[in-house]
C-alpha cells in the first residue's frame, strides 16, 4: 500500500472503509464495510435538521462521498466509484460461478436440507449488501435531479455489468433481485418526477 493510500486511509472512518474495498479478499469483510456505509448514508434519515441546518443523513452522505473522492486521488480512478463497482463485480463474478458449480453439484452429494454452500451464502450477503448501499447513496439525496446524477455517475463503471449478470433466473427469488427492482423503480419515478408526461 502506498504512502498516499495509507494518508488517506488515516483520514477518516469512511475513508478506510472504501479503501479496503481494493485491497481486502474477503466476502465477509465486504459485507460488514457496505453495511457500514450504509448505515453511514442512512442513519437518522428522519428530517432532523443540525446545528448546521443539515440533516444527519445528509451529514452521513458528505462523509462517504468525500471518502470515494479521497480514494479516487490516491488509487488514480478513472471514476470515484470505480473501487465498489470492480469489488461489485468480482463478487458477483463469484456468485455467479458458484451456483453454477452447485448446479452442476450431483444431487446425491447435495446437502440434505437443500441449503447452498457456505461458498454461496457468504458472496450472496456480500452482493446484496453492495447494492444495498448503492441504493443507499442514491437514496441519500434529497432531489430528483440528485439521485438521477448520483445513479448516472455509478453507472458509469462496471455496476452495469454486474446488474446484467444478476437478471439471471437463479436469482430471482432472492434479496439481490429486490435491490436491483427497488433501484431501477426508483430510477424510472426519478426520471418521470423530472420530466412529467403533459396531460393527455
Known amino acids: ?17 472504501v479503501l479496503l474495498l481494493s485491497f481486502a479478499e474477503c466476502p465477509d469483510v465486504y459485507t460488514s464495510a457496505f453495511r457500514t456505509l450504509a448505515k453511514l448514508c442512512t442513519k437518522h ?4 435538521a443540525q446545528a448546521d441546518g443539515r440533516w444527519e443523513s445528509e451529514s452521513g452522505r458528505h462523509a462517504v462521498l468525500d471518502a470515494f ?23 458477483v463474478s463469484e456468485l455467479a460461478s458458484a451456483h453454477y458449480a452447485y448446479k452442476l453439484t450431483p444431487q ?60 439471471g433466473p437463479e436469482f430471482e427469488s432472492s434479496r439481490i433481485r429486490m435491490e436491483i427492482r427497488r433501484f431501477r423503480r426508483a430510477y424510472a419515478d426519478d426520471i418521470r418526477a423530472r420530466d412529467p408526461q403533459p396531460a393527455s
Open 69 to 91: 473522492t479521497r480514494a479516487q486521488t490516491a488509487l488514480r480512478l478513472r471514476n470515484r466509484f470505480d473501487s465498489v463497482a470492480t469489488c461489485l463485480f468480482a463478487l
Open 108 to 167: 446425491s452429494t447435495k446437502a440434505a436440507d437443500g441449503s447452498t454452500p457456505q461458498r454461496v451464502d457468504r458472496a450472496e450477503r456480500a452482493v446484496t449488501s453492495a447494492l444495498a448501499f448503492t441504493n443507499a447513496l442514491v437514496e441519500a439525496h434529497s432531489s430528483a435531479d440528485g439521485r438521477l446524477r448520483m445513479r448516472q455517475e455509478l453507472l458509469d463503471t462496471a455496476l452495469h455489468r454486474s446488474l446484467t449478470l444478476l437478471d
Open 45 to 48: 434519515s428522519v428530517r432532523r
Open 1 to 17: 500500500m502506498g504512502v498516499g493510500v495509507a494518508a488517506v486511509a488515516q483520514t477518516s472512518i469512511p475513508a478506510s472503509l
